[in-house]
C-alpha cells in the first residue's frame, strides 16, 4: 500500500436508485480487482438485500434482521430500513474497527436502493466520519433506462448533486449497465453530460412548458458552477468502466498497487470537493 494511512484504507460508497447496479457493481469490481492483485473489501450496507454476490467483509445483515426489526419494533418496511440504518450507525465504531483491521487497499459500500436512507440520514454522515471523512468517496450510479430521456437524464444529475451537497463528499458519476445501450444512444447520453447546450435543446424537444424551464434553469445554475455530470460507461457485465473505478480512487487517495500502471484512463471531468 502506498501513499495512505495503512490503518484506514479509503472508502467508497456506492449510490443510485433502486435497481441502478450497485450490488453488481461491487461484485465485478471486486472480481476484477483479483486480477491486478488489489484487495477490495466490500462492505454491505443494504439490511435489505435479498442476496450478495460478492465477499463482504462486513455485511448489515449479520447484525440486524430487517423482518426482525418489523416485528419487533412493529414497523413497516421502509420504517424499519430507517431503523436499521440508525441502529448501524450506534454501531459505527465496531465497525470501523472491525474494517480498519482488515488487509485491503480499498473499502467499497454497497449502499440500499432507497437513496434518500443514505443520502438524507444522520446515520450515513456519522458512519462516514467515522470511517473517514477525508478518505471517503462516492461512485453515484445513472441509470441507463432512465438516462435515455433528457428530463430523466436531469432528474438524475440533479439527485446526485443533491447527494454530494447533503454528504459532502467528492463525487463521480458513471452510467450504469452500460451495455444495454445502443452505440448511438450512449453515444446521446455521454454528449448530453459533457455539453449541457445540447442537452438543453434536446430538453425543449422533448417536452417544452414550465417543466422544461425548470429543468433548464436548473441547468444553468449547473453550469454557472460548471459543473457537467461528466460520465463515464461502467458495465459489470462486460467489466467496461471497472478501470475508471478504481482510477477515480487512486486519482483522489494516491497508490493501491500497481494497479494503476496500464490502467490509467481520463476522469477530467471528475468533481473536485
Ligand atoms: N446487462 C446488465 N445488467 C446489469 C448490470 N448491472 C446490474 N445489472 C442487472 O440489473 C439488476 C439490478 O442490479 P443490482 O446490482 O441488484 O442493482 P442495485 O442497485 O444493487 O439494486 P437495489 O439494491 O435493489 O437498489 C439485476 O438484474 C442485475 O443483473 C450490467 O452492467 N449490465
Ligand atoms: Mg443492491
Same mark, same amino acid.
Given at each position: 500500500m502506498v501513499g495512505m494511512d495503512s490503518s484506514a484504507p479509503p472508502v467508497i460508497f456506492v449510490v443510485g436508485t433502486a435497481g441502478a447496479g450497485k450490488s453488481s457493481l461491487v461484485t465485478s469490481f471486486q472480481r476484477w480487482s483479483r486480477f491486478?492483485?488489489?484487495?477490495?473489501? =466490500?462492505?454491505? %450496507? *443494504?439490511?435489505?438485500? /435479498?442476496?450478495?454476490?460478492?465477499?463482504? !467483509?462486513?455485511? $448489515?445483515? #449479520?447484525?440486524?434482521?430487517?423482518?426482525?426489526?418489523?416485528?419487533?419494533?412493529?414497523?413497516?418496511?421502509?420504517?424499519?430500513?430507517?431503523?436499521?440504518?440508525?441502529?448501524?450507525? =450506534?454501531?459505527? %465504531? *465496531?465497525?470501523?474497527? /472491525?474494517?480498519?483491521?482488515?488487509?485491503? !487497499?480499498?473499502? $467499497?459500500? #454497497?449502499?440500499?436502493?432507497?437513496v434518500e436512507l443514505f443520502a438524507f440520514r444522520e446515520a450515513s454522515s456519522h458512519l462516514i466520519e467515522v470511517l473517514g471523512r477525508d478518505q471517503s468517496a462516492i461512485i453515484y450510479l445513472f441509470d441507463p433506462m432512465l438516462s435515455r430521456s433528457p428530463s430523466g437524464f436531469v432528474s438524475q444529475m440533479l439527485l446526485s448533486s443533491i447527494v454530494e451537497f447533503r454528504l459532502g463528499l467528492p463525487t463521480k458519476n458513471f452510467l450504469s449497465k452500460a451495455d444495454l445501450l445502443d452505440q448511438d444512444e450512449l453515444d446521446k447520453i455521454l454528449e448530453w453530460s459533457e455539453r449541457l447546450e445540447i442537452l438543453e435543446m434536446a430538453l425543449y424537444d422533448e417536452a417544452g412548458g414550465q417543466r422544461t424551464e425548470f429543468a433548464i434553469n436548473q441547468l444553468r445554475m449547473m453550469q454557472q458552477f460548471s459543473q457537467t455530470p461528466g460520465l463515464t460507461p461502467l458495465s459489470s457485465e462486460t467489466e467496461d468502466g471497472m478501470a475508471d473505478v478504481l482510477t477515480f480512487a487512486q486519482a483522489l487517495f494516491g497508490g493501491m498497487s500497481d494497479a494503476r500502471d496500464g490502467f490509467a484512463s481520463d476522469i477530467e471531468h471528475e468533481k473536485d470537493q
Open positions: 491486478l492483485e488489489t484487495e477490495i473489501i =466490500a462492505v454491505n %450496507l *443494504d439490511p435489505g438485500a /435479498e442476496r450478495v454476490h460478492y465477499d463482504a !467483509e462486513f455485511d $448489515v445483515r #449479520d447484525v440486524i434482521s430487517l423482518t426482525e426489526v418489523m416485528t419487533e419494533y412493529d414497523l413497516g418496511p421502509n420504517g424499519a430500513q430507517i431503523l436499521a440504518a440508525d441502529l448501524v450507525a =450506534a454501531q459505527a %465504531l *465496531d465497525v470501523a474497527d /472491525e474494517l480498519h483491521s482488515l488487509a485491503g !487497499e480499498l473499502i $467499497v459500500v #454497497d449502499t440500499p436502493g432507497q
